[in-house]
């Protein structure tokens, strides 16, 4: 299924329809994590399709979270990959099927996406497709990001897809030739951590090696490692798994965070194991591990990463002030995975 407005493309009149149609594009001001304000968009039509991200309030107080206010391109929800401490157990507790993946209406889908492209203002946007499904959950089998959707960003090139994914099957978008459009997010952890709790997700050296084939076809590349896990060789595991990724290629950026666990999902993932290293419950986005043992995990790979490989890059995620500020980054110019 393909667009039928560009615009770089003058309207007939079968388009007239499809404009009456179209859903509206809703704005909002936004407060921003430097303070500044900004018009952006909140939403596109009822916001089942494109929506902003923004439960998490601008943060004023040291146990508050960060985390900017990204879009997010709900095309798709759920996952196959049944990693134990997912969040998706939570926000799809109340569906008979879970968080069995399903595809939304593939019109629909269209139609949101030709109205936010032509009644976005100028500001350029990185749009999510990652936050509730694995972006590449249906590639190979119909509908799906490679086949379908890449084609329409790079019609109208004014905004930029992000994927983010556990999946190896690239295939489709190193096909889709869109290097301008599309950045590519890979989640991975340490050896032990994903064969322990990561359960049907691809092998970490089948994530890399995905992730390398986009790096060297020029896609712009970035990596999470999160959750971090503190088990017992927690050093060893994590400094390894750096020098892997290393090894295979060097990311754009790298996004780092460590467990944590809201209420909904605790309570509704099988799995518990990994809330043994849960003892901390004074931020806003549920439990955590404790702050001292956060920051040693950060501050080690920080400088690892600094001090080997003369790499910098990096962001938090869903992290505290006060955990920005004392490992001496500033959350304020922020770089994190969601962001442009």
Known sequence: ?????????????????????????????YQLLDGNEKSLVQQVG??????????TPPPSEKTDIVCPHFLEFKWANGCNFDCAWCYLNGTFRFRREKKTPYLKDKKRIIQHLDSFFINSDGNQE???????????????????LGMDIIPLFKRYRKHKLLILTKSANVNNI??????????????????????RWEHKAPHLKKRLQAAKRLSEAGYEVRLRIDPMVPVDDWEKQYLLLIDDIFE??????????????????????????????????????GRKIN???????YRTLIDYLMQKYDYSA???????????????MDYRTIQCNCTL
């Open 1 to 29: 299924m393909q667009s039928k407005l560009f615009l770089d493309e003058g309207i007939n009149i079968g388009d007239i329809q499809l404009l009456l149609d179209m859903p509206s594009v809703k704005f909002e001001r």
């Open 46 to 55: 009822d916001g089942s399709i494109i929506v902003r991200f923004d439960k």
């Open 126 to 144: 990185l749009l999510n497709s990652g936050e509730l499904s694995d972006s590449l959950v249906f590639e190979g089998n119909g509908f799906s």
């Open 174 to 195: 190193l096909e889709s030739d869109s290097q301008d459009v599309v950045i590519a997010s890979f989640s991975v952890n340490a050896h032990s951590v994903a064969e």
């Open 248 to 285: 295979s290629f060097t990311p754009d950026r790298i996004t780092i965070g460590s467990l944590r666990g809201l209420h909904s999902t605790i309570t509704h993932c099988s799995d518990r194991s990994w809330l043994q290293y849960l003892d901390d419950n004074t931020s806003n986005w």
């Open 291 to 297: 702050s001292k043992l956060r920051y040693e995990m």
């Open 314 to 328: 990096v962001g938090l995620c869903k992290e505290t002030i006060e955990m920005w500020d004392l490992l001496k």
